[in-house]
Each structure stands twice: as C-alpha cells, then as structure tokens.
C-alpha cells in the first residue's frame, strides 16, 4: 500500500528556511513523480512543484519559484521541498502527493497523499 508521510513543518520567521520531507513507502519510488501541495484556512489547494520520476522539476506556482526547491533521495524513498525566504502568505498545511511517472497540474490525478504538515511563518 503506498503511503507517504511529511515532516518537518514548524514555526518560521519571515525571511526564514525551513525544508520539508515526504518519504515514501509502498512503491518503488523513482517510477513515480511527487509534487507539493499547500492550503491555507479559507483558501483552495494551490499545487507548488513537482518532480517527475526522471527528475524533470515543474513549477506551478510562480509564487514560489527561485524561493522553493524540490529535490528527491532515491536511496532514502524520500522528496524534499527547501523553502526559503518565507513569507506570511506561505502559511498553510503542506502536502506531497503521488503520481505515475510524470508530473500534471490537476491534483486529481495524484492518487497518493500524505497526512500534511503545518507550516507557520509569523514574527
């Protein structure tokens, strides 16, 4: 059964760092592609970025590119997403989710998710 679970989420002050984990289990994890996703309270789920099963790396949002980073270990079945520069509005809980072989800006079709982490930047 895949299953993939975040960590890391926390507290971060604006202009901070904080970098998450989704580690993966229940498929050999280089077939698959990861993206990240985010929902702020009151808010629709926005994608950020993803990362096929080549290593191709697709953006969604241009609100995060050249601040966000997604990177993956295949001996640790583990994707990363490094954030930098935080803002506010990047408040939200942060979810990785799965899908064969090549990333897609329709969330529906990622048919793995994990449980999210919460991400708060605040001074």
């Known amino acids: 059964q895949v299953q993939l679970v975040e960590s890391g989420g926390g507290l971060a002050l604006p202009g901070g760092s904080l970098r998450l984990s989704c580690a993966a289990s229940?498929?050999?994890?280089?077939?698959?592609?990861i993206g990240w996703f985010r929902q702020a309270p009151g808010k629709e789920r926005e994608g950020l970025v993803c990362?096929?099963?080549?290593?191709?790396?697709?953006y969604y949002s241009d609100s995060v590119k050249g601040r966000f980073a997604i990177s993956r270990d295949n001996a640790k079945r583990t994707v990363y997403l490094q954030m930098n520069s935080l803002k506010p509005e990047d408040t939200a809980v942060y979810y990785c989710?799965?899908?064969?072989?090549?990333?897609?800006?329709?969330?529906?079709?990622?048919?793995?998710w994990g449980q999210g982490t919460q991400v708060t930047v605040s001074s």
């Open positions: 989710a799965a899908r064969d072989y090549y990333c897609s800006r329709s969330a529906s079709t990622f048919l793995s």
């Open positions: 229940g498929f050999t994890q280089p077939y698959k592609a």
């Open positions: 990362i096929s099963s080549g290593d191709a790396t697709i």
